[in-house]
């Protein structure tokens, strides 16, 4: 017998709000309402819903499989063959010297040789890491936060993809003025600061040409008596260069001074008593600078200290170092002697570094420029096990060579299907070394062949050595005991 045959109603006379009509069995009946319950239970129910379909959606989408071990970083490929492992310093794109920053890779550089030139006045921009044989585009900037700038030259590169340009300087270049080379149909762009100076009337030395930090000798009338005399190259206010003193009849009869730091090409030397205000000056034409640098050894590995020394720049003038750029903070500074010599610096190359490296030093007044670099060499280490065949329960260790000093090295097993797994880490001593390192115990499916691999935390090094290789039907480990047979 039905339960409801004439279509009672559920709820309580007190309660009408939530009374809903419910029609007979096998009738019609009357349209349903939606009480607010129901509708909040609805809108739950989607929300879990939508939930669920992000999850599945990050997860690879609907035909992805689940991960049930909650590890995605196995170092195989879906094949099963073995991938080789990331090494930290292969994750970021630059690396640590000191407390600074340096790139990890040398890109597309470029130079202005003169750094400091006047407005009107000629310079060359010289470029090293772009495309072979292509066109690049040289633009002036008035600042580096400007998105485009003037068109002012175009040059070719050369088979190794460097450009040599002469560019002239405009009348109206403003301070912070960029340089900017781009390759044309080409994502290749480097940029270098322009520094210029005006030219202030003129002036008369007894020698009227010479480069930053020559002798040369003036004579002096017309001052007031005794007064301190204020010495500039090339402007009229600042720092003075010297400071001379008049005799007694406000003059002096010959002093000698060295040539200071101005743009190159036609300048003025400016003599301002600081009494008097009296202002003499005279024409002298200033040399551009062309220092040298040298680093040794050429060639080295990561780990390792280099030493670079360099000459020929202004006389106490600063000296910034930059590895594989030439703008923002350097590497590191050092300052020239009396003579514009630099003494040698020596540091560590860091890791991470790899391949050819561009050294770039820069005088922070005069800007002149001298270019070098190093190669770094890769670690190549070797692993030999205290055994090449060994029965299952049989315990082998490690001798390894060629790592970086003091650093860590892991020990890594390849399984039958090509997985590499942890064994444990340890650490090689300073010449890179160690012996019986690395306890492994031999298992049953071992006796039919298993790699190991031997990864410095540092180096990046990787060194690969096998038990049991011979069962597979290869030589290998039969030439390298008869190798360490003939060593011995």
């Keep these: ?93 630059t690396v640590r010297l000191g407390g600074q920053k340096v790139p990890r890779e040398a890109g597309p550089i470029i130079v202005i040789n003169p750094g400091l030139v006047a407005p009107g006045g000629k310079a060359t921009v010289e470029g090293a890491g772009f495309d072979a044989k ?31 340009a002469q560019i002239t300087v405009p009348e109206e270049v403003s301070r912070g003025a960029v340089v900017v080379a781009q390759q044309h149909d080409g994502d290749k762009a480097a940029e270098a600061q322009l520094v210029s100076g005006g030219v202030i009337g003129s002036v008369k030395v007894n ?70 205000r009296t202002t003499a000056s005279a024409p002298f034409q200033v040399l551009g600078l062309y220092p040298s640098i040298k680093s040794s050894p050429y060639a080295l590995k990561a780990g390792q200290r280099i030493t670079v020394s360099a000459g020929g720049f202004a006389p106490g003038e600063r000296i910034l170092y930059y590895i594989n750029s030439v703008g923002g903070i350097p590497a590191f500074t050092t300052n020239a002697d009396a003579n514009g010599k630099v003494g040698a610096v ?17 005088g922070d007044q005069t800007r002149a420029v001298a270019r070098s670099g190093f190669q770094v060499m890769p670690y190549s280490p070797a692993a030999e096990p205290s055994t090449y065949s060994a029965k299952a329960g049989t315990t082998v260790s490690f001798y390894v060579t060629g790592f970086a000093a003091r650093e860590n090295v892991t020990l890594y097993v390849g399984g039958p299907n090509g997985d590499a797994r942890k064994i444990t880490t340890f650490q090689v001593n300073d010449k890179g070394a160690a012996d019986a390192v690395g306890s492994y115990q031999i298992t049953k499916a071992d006796e039919g062949g298993v790699t190991f691999q031997l990864i410095g935390s540092k180096s990046g090094g990787q060194a690969k050595t096998s038990v049991n290789a011979a069962k597979q039907g290869g030589q290998q480990n039969q030439g390298q005991q008869g190798q360490q047979g003939q060593g011995q």
């Excluded at 045959?5 to 419910?22: A, L, M, Q």
């Excluded at 002012?152 to 050369?158: G, H, S």
């Design 1 to 93: 017998m039905p339960e409801n045959p004439e279509g009672r109603e559920k709820g309580t006379p007190d309660s009408p709000e939530g009374t809903e009509r419910i029609p007979p069995e096998g009738t019609g009946g009357t349209k349903r309402r939606f009480t607010w319950k129901k509708l909040l239970m609805i809108a739950v129910a989607l929300l879990v819903v939508g939930s669920l379909v992000q999850v599945v959606a990050k997860s690879g989408g609907f035909g992805g499989a689940l991960n049930t071990t909650g590890d995605n970083s196995k170092s195989h490929n879906r094949k099963g063959e073995p991938k080789e492992l990331d090494t930290p310093s292969q994750k970021t794109k």
């Design 134 to 164: 292509s066109t690049v585009d040289l633009f002036l900037k008035t600042s580096a936060k400007q998105t485009e700038g003037k068109s002012i030259a175009t040059a070719k590169t050369d088979r190794w993809g460097s450009i040599n």
């Design 207 to 276: 020698k009227q040409v010479g480069k930053p930090g020559d002798s040369v000798s003036l004579s002096v009338r017309g001052f007031q008596a005794g007064e301190p005399i204020d010495v500039y190259w090339g402007r009229a206010g600042g720092k003075p260069d010297a400071t001379l003193t008049a005799d007694g009849s406000g003059g002096i009869g010959r002093a000698d001074i060295k040539v200071g730091v101005a743009p190159t090409g036609p300048s003025t030397l400016i003599l301002v008593g600081k009494k008097s």
């Design 346 to 362: 020596s540091f560590s190359v860091p890791f991470g570094l790899k391949g050819r490296q561009s050294l770039t030093a820069i």
